[in-house]
């Protein structure tokens, strides 16, 4: 079993910045993908960025150049740095990780930006 804690979601005016970060804990597994995926109100949860196993990313065309998805395996965390937010990047951001034959999300964490 995985377990997945998110934080730094909060409130930003237009054009600043925000850290997220989810940590995964438990034991026996092994990790292969990690990322995350936003969920405006209305709207279906959307890929935002993924953080491969083999190193590689992978973004929304909208948040390319702006956002910057990473992970450190020694911790088993995966962050997202937001630069340039825009009130369109208000949502619901949740965290995914994907182990062997599983894949878990975080509980999500809000993100609002002011115009």
């Known amino acids: 079993q995985v377990q997945l804690v998110e934080s730094g979601g909060g409130l930003v005016q237009a054009g600043g910045s925000l850290r997220l970060s989810c940590a995964a804990s438990?034991?026996?597994?092994?990790?292969?993908?990690m990322g995350w995926y936003r969920q405006a109100p209305g709207k279906q949860r959307e890929l935002v960025a993924i953080?491969?196993?083999?190193?590689?990313?992978n973004y929304a065309d909208s948040v390319k150049g702006r956002f910057a998805v990473s992970r450190d395996n020694a911790k088993n965390t995966v962050y997202l740095d937001m630069n340039k937010l825009k009130p369109e990047d208000t949502a619901v951001y949740y965290c995914?990780?994907?182990?062997?034959?599983?894949?878990?999300w975080g509980q999500g964490t809000q993100v609002t930006v002011s115009s």
């Open positions: 995914n990780v994907q182990i062997p034959f599983r894949s878990y």
């Open positions: 438990g034991s026996g597994f092994s990790i292969l993908d």
């Open positions: 953080a491969a196993f083999g190193g590689s990313t």
